[in-house]
Nanobody
């Protein structure tokens, strides 16, 4: 099983930037896609961005042009660079390992990191 630990959240004013990190440890055979989700209070968890094992990236329309996902394989870390932050980006951000290449691979979530954007 894979273990994920997020960091980098905090409070920032609208228009500012933050970089979230997610350190991935454990299973190295599943070649998971690594994704970021966010969950605002009272709302469902939503997909923001993902990167697959070949480095291909996807983004939700709400963050395209503002957020950038990347990974450093040497550090087993995936990043989410968030620029031009808006108050509606306020949420808890989660990293997820999903869609492993083997049938026995289990999706896993990190514990989340809080991002608060003040206007």
């Amino acid at each position: 099983q894979v273990h994920l630990v997020e960091s980098g959240g905090g409070s920032v004013q609208a228009g500012g930037s933050l970089r979230l990190s997610c350190v991935v440890s454990g299973d190295t055979f599943c070649r998971y896609d690594l994704s970021w989700y966010y969950q605002a209070p009272g709302k469902e968890r939503e997909f923001i961005s993902g990167i697959d094992s070949d480095g291909r990236t996807t983004y939700a329309d709400s963050v395209k042009g503002r957020f950038t996902i990347s990974q450093d394989n040497a550090k087993n870390t995936v990043y989410l660079q968030m620029d031009s932050l808006k108050s509606e980006d306020t949420a808890k951000y989660f990293c997820k390992a999903e869609r492993g290449v083997h049938t026995w691979c289990v999706d896993s979530w990190g514990q989340g990191t809080q991002v608060t954007v003040s206007s």
